[in-house]
C-alpha cells in the first residue's frame, strides 16, 4: 500500500475503534439502554393520530408496551405510516409487500447518522480482517439512494443507503460513476460496471448484498463480452446502443492488451475478472450460505468473504463485530427489541422475551419497535443466538418465517432444505451452489431443483429424500405412509437459476437486496414458469 493508502487507512480504523468502543460501552447495560429507546419512542409518538391509533398515551413501561400495543405487520401500519406521522421523514425505503402495493418505510436524518456509525464500527472490523481491503477501488453493486418521491419525500433503497453511510474516503474509491446506477436494465448496469472494473484494474473490494450477485455477475461478462470488447476497442459504450455513445472512456494500451486477453478466456473465474480482490462483502447466512460457500472455488485463497450483517429495507439490526466468523450484534441503541422462541417443531411461542433473556442455540422470531415509525413490528424473520459478545447475544439470520411448507402434515422448513442439500454435497464430494425446492402439493411430493455442477448421480434423489427424513420426523412418517412421494430431481438450465430470481425482481424485490425462496409452493408460481427453468433432456 502507498502512504496515502496507509493514511486513510489508519484514519478510518480510529474513527471506526472511537464508534466501536462507544458501542461497546453501552453494552454493560443492555437492559438499560433498550429501556431508553422504548421510552424515547414513547416519547416521540405518544401524541397525534398514530400514538391514539396504537394507545401510546396508556403505555409507561415494557408491559403496558406489550399489552397495549399488538404485534404489527406492514399493513396494520400502512395508514398509520403514510399519512398519521407526527414528522416528515428525511426519506422512505421502499421494498415489495405481501399484498402487491409495495412498502414505504420512513426513515428520520437521525437515524441516519446512527446508519453511518453502524458503517463505521463495520469498517473498522473489515480493515482488522483484512488491512488491504480498501488499498484499490471499490465496486458494489447497489441501486442508488434516490429513485423517486412518495408523498413529496425521496424515496431510495436500503443497499444505497448502506453505500452511502459509507465513510467519504471509502466511497471515492467507488469504481462506478452515478450514471450506471440510473440504468433501467440491470444486465446494462452491471456490464457498465464490469467495463469501469476491469479499466481500474484495481478493485480490491466486492461489495453486494446476495452472494449469487457474483455468479450473475460473471455470468453477464460471459454473455456480453463481445460488446464488451468492441466497447473497450471504441472508447465509448454505443456497442449497447446509440444513446449510450456520448458516455466514452480512456485506457491505456496496455491495459487494453489485457482486458482483451481476458476476454478470450473460455471460462473465466471472479479471480480472472477482479486478479487484485482482497475481499468480499456479502451475506454468509441462511440462504445465502451455499453460494457464499461456492464462491470459493471463483477466488484464490487469499481473498476474504466477509459479512454484510443483518439489515432490511426496514432497518439495519446487526452491527458486524468479526466479519470472518460472521459475529453481529443488535443495534441495540436504536431499537426496542422483542423474540419469541421458536422450538424444535418450528411453533412459535406468544411470550415475547427481550435480549438478555435469549439464550444460545435457541431460534427467534424477530420483533422491533423503531424510532422511525415502526411499532412491535414482525419483519417475519427467524434469527439463532449463534454466540455472545461481551454479554451481548449474536444474532444469525436464519430464514424468512415463512419459508415452510405443509402438504400432509410434514412441515418442512428452509432450513430442513438447505441443511440437506448441504449434506448430500458432503457425502457426494461436490458442491450444489444454487437450487431450491416447491411443494407439489398435486403430486403429493418435493421437487428440488439444482444447478448442474455434476454429472447426474442416480443416488442424488434417494439421498435428498432420506436425509430430510432425518431431519423431518413428520416428512419420514408421510414417505413411510406413502401419502407423500419420492422427490423429483430436475436440473436448471445454465440461466435457469437467474431467470428464477428475475421473477422475485419483476415482482418487486430488489435485485441488490434479493433473497430468493429456498422452499415455496409450486402453486405460489405461475403455470409452467418452473418448466422454462429446467433442461430439456
Not at 442 to 451: K, P
Amino acid at each position: 500500500m502507498n502512504f496515502a493508502t496507509v493514511c486513510g487507512s489508519l484514519v478510518l480504523k480510529l474513527k471506526g475503534e472511537m464508534h466501536y468502543r462507544s458501542f461497546i460501552d453501552q453494552a454493560k447495560d443492555v437492559q438499560k439502554v433498550q429501556l431508553g429507546v422504548l421510552t424515547k419512542f414513547l416519547q416521540l409518538f405518544k401524541d397525534g393520530l398514530f400514538g391514539e391509533a396504537f394507545q401510546i398515551n396508556k403505555v409507561s413501561n415494557v408491559e403496558e408496551f406489550q399489552k397495549f400495543v399488538p404485534i404489527c405487520d406492514y399493513e396494520s401500519l400502512r395508514l398509520a405510516l403514510s399519512d398519521h406521522l407526527n414528522y416528515k421523514p428525511y426519506l422512505y425505503l421502499k421494498t415489495s409487500g405481501t399484498t402487491g402495493e409495495p412498502k414505504y418505510i420512513p426513515l428520520r436524518q437521525t437515524t441516519l447518522k446512527k446508519f453511518k456509525k453502524y458503517q463505521l464500527i463495520n469498517t473498522y472490523s473489515q480493515l482488522k480482517a483484512v488491512p488491504e481491503i480498501f488499498s484499490g477501488k471499490l465496486l458494489a453493486i447497489r441501486s442508488p439512494m434516490i429513485e423517486g418521491y412518495f408523498n413529496s419525500v425521496p424515496v431510495g433503497s436500503m443497499s444505497g443507503v448502506y453505500y452511502e453511510c459509507l465513510d467519504p474516503y471509502i466511497k471515492a474509491k467507488g469504481v462506478v460513476p452515478l450514471w450506471v446506477l440510473g440504468e433501467p436494465d440491470y444486465s446494462k448496469k452491471v456490464a457498465f460496471s464490469l467495463i469501469f472494473s476491469l479499466i481500474s484494474q484495481k478493485v480490491t473490494c466486492l461489495a453486494s448484498a446476495n452472494p449469487t450477485t457474483f455468479f450473475r455477475l460473471k455470468q453477464i461478462f460471459i454473455e456480453t463480452r463481445d460488446v464488451i470488447r468492441d466497447c473497450i476497442l471504441k472508447g465509448n459504450f454505443s456497442s449497447f446502443g446509440e444513446s449510450y455513445g456520448e458516455f466514452k472512456f480512456k485506457t491505456a494500451p496496455r491495459v487494453k492488451s489485457e482486458i482483451l486477453n481476458l476476454l478470450d478466456i473460455d471460462s473465466p473465474k471472479l479471480i480472472d475478472i477482479f486478479p487484485n480482490l482482497k475481499a468480499i462483502v456479502t451475506w454468509k447466512e441462511g440462504p445465502c450460505s451455499l453460494s457464499a460457500l461456492k464462491l470459493k472455488d471463483e477466488l484464490n485463497p487469499g481473498v476474504k468473504i466477509l459479512e454484510a450483517g443483518y439489515l432490511a429495507s426496514e432497518g439495519w439490526l446487526t452491527v458486524v463485530i468479526d466479519p470472518l466468523e460472521g459475529i453481529c450484534v443488535p443495534a441495540f441503541d436504536n431499537y426496542f427489541f422483542e423474540f419469541l422462541e421458536i422450538d424444535e417443531h418450528l411453533s412459535v411461542s406468544d411470550r415475547p422475551l427481550r435480549l438478555h433473556q435469549l439464550e444460545k442455540g435457541k431460534k427467534y422470531s424477530i420483533i422491533f419497535t423503531s424510532l422511525d415509525g415502526l411499532i412491535r413490528y414482525n419483519i417475519n424473520d427467524i434469527v439463532e443466538v449463534c454466540d455472545f459478545f461481551k454479554g451481548i447475544p449474536c444474532l444469525r439470520f436464519v430464514q424468512k418465517g415463512k419459508g415452510i411448507t405443509n402438504i400432509t402434515g410434514e412441515k418442512v422448513s428452509e432450513i430442513q432444505i438447505t441443511e440437506t442439500v448441504k449434506q448430500v454435497s458432503r457425502k457426494l464430494g461436490f458442491q450444489i451452489s444454487n437450487f431450491f425446492c416447491v411443494a407439489n402439493e398435486r403430486d403429493q411430493r418435493y421437487e428440488f431443483f439444482l444447478q448442474r455442477l455434476c454429472s447426474d448421480h442416480s443416488e442424488l434423489s434417494t439421498m435428498l429424500d432420506l436425509v430430510l427424513q432425518d431431519m423431518n420426523v413428520e416428512y419420514k412418517a408421510k414417505r413411510e405412509s406413502q401419502r407423500l412421494k419420492k422427490p423429483l430431481i430436475k436440473w436448471l438450465s445454465a440461466n435457469g437459476y437467474s431467470l428464477f430470481c428475475d421473477y422475485f425482481v419483476k415482482n418487486g424485490q430488489r435485485a441488490t437486496q434479493l433473497k430468493p425462496p429456498v422452499l415455496l409452493y409450486r402453486k405460489d408460481l405461475p403455470e409452467n414458469f418452473l418448466e422454462t427453468l429446467v433442461n430439456d433432456n
